[in-house]
């Protein structure tokens, strides 16, 4: 654990502790706990530069609301570090994402200051209504309610849903809309545009500054002076910014923009808004990575770094001096823009992670053929589809837990209509240290169960390739490929494109006794856990399905008909999966046979790193030799008898 530095952080455990500190001493507060923030991280890793931009926000609104009571919830929670440090987890901040520690993002069941499980973006403004509206039903009145979320987070259909039924409650409501024009990568669209015309417009700032003090002393007049204050401030709004305001279109009092690291201003600003009744929006102006300067200049690289030197910045990372082999995401980059080269109507869309995705090599060799549409999943996959019905060929690559908000529209958009959308799911299966909200555990059992729907995953980086390369040929329909995060196997990953006959797996060794189905990445822990088998006289068969759907009946009709043991191993949820599926077809033909299933239990996954979650959850390498030990023969030979 890291010692805490300066004078006044180390005697802040809670909220209550920093409401014994005068105004004038939370812009030290303020210093003190970024600097606690910056001594973790860099030797713990995780999230960084997002937390880093709120920490004067934070400090004001924990020194002014009055939480837990008051109700304060974070948007995604990227930003939450200095939140957990100032409500009782300071101790503990250093186990932050680790296996058995603290979560990196707020979690109800973690502390009562969390007042909203989150990790995905955007759904902090409907949270916090609904609080509010349960207040006002509860005659508690007295409760604040306020979301932050992010300009980025704001491009999301439900934030809009939110503020659009916010504005029609007389509900006690506070938006902080934290500016910094950053989600992970640059944010894009036409709110970020409008946000940029607010806080770059001088006359509005500069006018907006000398009429409040008069408009404040008008509305102490009365009721129908509130009303008269309110038509004239509008006024003044739309005529000096050229366009009426987005916010107060939608009911809500508009105030800002206002500087997100003044944190005494900040602190009196709040501390106004309380009083004021109904739906309110307090626009702040934030720098991503504020006050570590390597971070301010490249928000992207260190959104979340890793481990770094504190002193010097440098990012610290393994090096081998052995061939290397790719990310699984870097291969995915690469090959679409090989296969675009080569057929005109392949398009790029991604819903905000550009880099995060690879995406941004295609954006950087094609940029009129590859689309970021923020953080809209939703629209990304109907957009996908609008391009597909003419003629385009879209891969459309989304995070597999981040599909899920786009379920709806994947079976009512694309694949009731059949069209070719090509989904690139990355980060499927345990994605590690960002948990419950982030694993990739249910795309093989909510793809398959969807009609024309392919559902494919690859063993290693050039079956991604040949699945992506069958993926855009001539009517293969909606077709679904997962990957993990992470490395794969192949330093020399780039092979000439082969297609590979839809619903067929492959035979990777023949055996006795035992016949091991894989999907994907982990039929590489089975081939690990054969050489080691086969050591010690076992030597148990290996298929990789390559497809959950349609799934190679002719290659199960072999197994059952040699095979009274089969194990299935995937990187999914165990319910429904690849698993689910060959028992579906053992029991449809009435066979009869001991099939063990090894995958993610149903359960929610915390976090931890991914060896060490593939081990919790049972199918890892050592996991497979133990199954297979209980059910094989082993007749002490290093080879199987022809």
Same mark, same amino acid.
């Given at each position: 654990?890291?010692? =805490?530095?300066?004078?006044?952080?180390?005697?802040?455990?809670?909220?209550?502790?920093? %409401? @014994?500190?005068?105004?004038?001493?939370?812009?030290?507060?303020?210093?003190?706990?970024?600097?606690?923030?910056?001594?973790?991280?860099?030797?713990?890793?995780?999230? &960084?530069?997002?937390?880093?931009?709120?920490?004067?926000?934070?400090?004001?609104?924990?020194?002014?609301?009055?939480?837990?009571?008051?109700?304060?919830?974070?948007?995604?929670?990227?930003?939450?570090?200095?939140?957990?440090?100032?409500?009782? /987890?300071?101790?503990?901040?250093?186990?932050? /994402?680790?296996?058995?520690?603290?979560?990196?993002?707020?979690?109800?069941?973690?502390?009562?200051?969390?007042?909203?499980?989150?990790?995905?973006?955007?759904?902090?403004?409907?949270?916090?209504? +609904?609080?509010?509206?349960?207040?006002?039903?509860?005659?508690?009145?007295?409760?604040?309610?306020?979301?932050?979320?992010?300009?980025?987070?704001?491009?999301?259909?439900? $934030?809009?849903?939110?503020?659009?039924?916010? +504005?029609?409650?007389?509900?006690?409501?506070?938006?902080?809309?934290?500016?910094?024009?950053?989600?992970?990568?640059?944010?894009?669209?036409?709110?970020?545009?409008?946000?940029?015309?607010?806080?770059?417009?001088?006359?509005?700032?500069?006018?907006?500054?000398?009429?409040?003090?008069?408009?404040?002393?008008?509305? *102490?007049?009365?009721?129908?002076?509130?009303?008269?204050?309110?038509?004239?401030?509008?006024?003044?709004?739309?005529?000096?910014?050229?366009?009426?305001?987005?916010?107060?279109?939608?009911?809500?009092?508009?105030?800002?923009?206002?500087?997100?690291?003044?944190?005494?201003?900040?602190?009196?600003?709040?501390?106004?808004?309380?009083?004021?009744?109904?739906?309110?929006?307090?626009?702040?102006?934030?720098?991503?990575?504020?006050?570590?300067? #390597?971070? *301010? %200049?490249?928000?992207?690289?260190?959104?979340?770094?890793?481990? &770094?030197?504190?002193?010097?910045?440098?990012?610290?990372?393994?090096?081998?001096?052995?061939?290397?082999?790719? %990310?699984?995401?870097?291969?995915?980059?690469?090959?679409?823009?090989?296969?675009?080269?080569?057929?005109?109507?392949?398009?790029?869309?991604?819903?905000?992670?550009?880099?995060?995705?690879?995406?941004?090599?295609?954006?950087?060799?094609?940029?009129? !053929?590859? &689309?970021?549409?923020?953080?809209?999943?939703?629209?990304?996959?109907?957009?996908?589809?609008?391009?597909?019905?003419?003629?385009?060929?879209?891969?459309?690559?989304?995070?597999?837990?981040?599909?899920?908000?786009?379920?709806?529209?994947?079976?009512?958009?694309?694949?009731?209509?059949?069209?070719?959308?090509? &989904?690139?799911?990355?980060? $499927?299966?345990?994605? +590690?240290?960002? +948990?419950?909200?982030?694993?990739?555990?249910?795309?093989? $059992?909510?793809?398959?169960?969807?009609?024309?729907?392919?559902?494919?995953?690859?063993?290693?980086?050039?079956?991604? @390739?040949?699945?992506?390369?069958?993926?855009?040929?001539?009517?293969?329909?909606?077709?679904?490929? @997962?990957?993990? !995060?992470?490395?794969?196997?192949?330093?020399?990953?780039? /092979?000439?494109?082969?297609?590979?006959?839809?619903?067929?797996? !492959?035979?990777?060794?023949?055996?006795?006794?035992?016949?091991? #189905?894989? =999907?994907?990445?982990?039929?590489?822990? $089975?081939? *690990?856990?054969?050489?080691?088998?086969?050591?010690?006289?076992?030597?148990?068969?290996?298929?990789?399905?390559?497809?959950? %759907?349609?799934?190679?009946?002719?290659?199960?009709?072999?197994?059952?008909?040699?095979?009274?043991?089969?194990?299935?191993?995937?990187?999914?949820?165990?319910?429904?999966?690849?698993?689910?599926?060959?028992?579906?077809?053992?029991?449809?033909?009435?066979?009869?046979?001991?099939?063990?299933?090894?995958?993610?239990?149903? *359960?929610?996954?915390?976090?931890?790193?991914?060896?060490?979650?593939?081990?919790?959850?049972?199918?890892?390498?050592?996991?497979?030799?133990?199954?297979?030990?209980?059910?094989?023969?082993? @007749?002490?030979?290093?080879?199987?008898?022809?």
């Amino acid at each position: 654990m890291e010692d =805490i530095k300066g004078p006044l952080l180390p005697n802040i455990n809670y909220p209550v502790d920093l %409401k @014994r500190y005068k105004e004038q001493d939370l812009e030290q507060i303020a210093q003190e706990l970024r600097q606690y923030i910056i001594d973790v991280v860099s030797v713990n890793g995780g999230h &960084f530069s997002s937390s880093l931009g709120v920490v004067e926000l934070t400090v004001a609104l924990h020194y002014v609301l009055n939480t837990p009571y008051d109700k304060l919830v974070w948007d995604v929670g990227h930003q939450a570090y200095g939140h957990k440090i100032l409500t009782g /987890r300071k101790s503990v901040f250093h186990t932050n /994402r680790i296996i058995n520690g603290i979560s990196g993002f707020p979690k109800i069941s973690e502390s009562e200051y969390d007042t909203f499980g989150v990790g995905h973006s955007s759904t902090s403004i409907s949270a916090a209504l +609904g609080m509010a509206v349960a207040s006002h039903y509860k005659g508690e009145t007295d409760r604040q309610h306020v979301a932050v979320i992010g300009d980025g987070a704001m491009t999301a259909g439900l $934030a809009f849903e939110g503020l659009n039924h916010a +504005g029609i409650e007389n509900s006690n409501l506070l938006v902080i809309l934290n500016d910094n024009c950053m989600s992970i990568d640059p944010n894009v669209g036409a709110l970020k545009e409008y946000l940029t015309n607010i806080t770059t417009s001088k006359s509005y700032n500069r006018f907006r500054d000398d009429i409040s003090n008069v408009l404040i002393k008008l509305s *102490e007049l009365g009721p129908n002076a509130h009303n008269f204050v309110k038509k004239i401030e509008k006024s003044i709004k739309g005529t000096l910014l050229h366009q009426s305001n987005l916010f107060e279109a939608l009911n809500f009092r508009y105030f800002g923009p206002v500087d997100g690291h003044d944190v005494q201003r900040l602190a009196q600003v709040i501390r106004d808004l309380k009083d004021i009744p109904g739906p309110k929006l307090l626009h702040c102006v934030t720098l991503k990575g504020k006050g570590f300067a #390597l971070a *301010e %200049k490249d928000q992207t690289k260190w959104h979340a770094p890793g481990l &770094f030197d504190k002193i010097t910045g440098e990012i610290k990372k393994s090096v081998s001096d052995k061939p290397q082999a790719p %990310k699984y995401q870097d291969v995915f980059g690469h090959t679409l823009v090989e296969l675009a080269e080569a057929n005109k109507n392949i398009v790029g869309i991604t819903p905000a992670m550009p880099s995060g995705s690879s995406m941004n090599i295609m954006m950087k060799a094609m940029p009129n !053929r590859a &689309f970021d549409v923020g953080i809209a999943e939703q629209h990304a996959v109907t957009f996908s589809a609008g391009l597909a019905t003419q003629g385009l060929v879209p891969f459309c690559n989304i995070y597999s837990s981040f599909m899920q908000r786009a379920y709806d529209q994947v079976i009512h958009d694309v694949a009731i209509q059949n069209l070719n959308v090509v &989904f690139c799911l990355d980060r $499927a299966g345990v994605a +590690g240290s960002d +948990g419950a909200t982030h694993h990739g555990a249910y795309d093989l $059992a909510y793809m398959r169960c969807i009609p024309n729907m392919t559902v494919a995953a690859p063993m290693n980086e050039e079956e991604l @390739r040949n699945l992506m390369y069958t993926g855009q040929l001539e009517n293969a329909g909606p077709f679904s490929i @997962r990957y993990p !995060r992470g490395t794969g196997v192949m330093p020399d990953w780039k /092979r000439p494109f082969k297609a590979i006959e839809v619903g067929k797996g !492959r035979k990777i060794c023949d055996g006795e006794d035992v016949a091991i #189905l894989t =999907i994907g990445h982990v039929g590489n822990f $089975a081939v *690990e856990a054969c050489k080691e088998l086969n050591s010690e006289g076992i030597h148990p068969a290996h298929f990789d399905m390559r497809f959950v %759907k349609p799934i190679d009946e002719a290659l199960l009709h072999d197994v059952f008909t040699r095979y009274k043991h089969v194990v299935t191993v995937e990187d999914g949820c165990i319910q429904g999966g690849m698993g689910s599926a060959v028992l579906e077809f053992m029991a449809d033909h009435k066979y009869n046979a001991q099939v063990i299933r090894l995958g993610i239990p149903d *359960e929610f996954i915390e976090h931890g790193e991914q060896p060490e979650l593939w081990a919790l959850c049972g199918y890892d390498t050592n996991a497979i030799i133990t199954t297979i030990k209980k059910i094989a023969v082993s @007749r002490k030979t290093a080879t199987i008898a022809s």
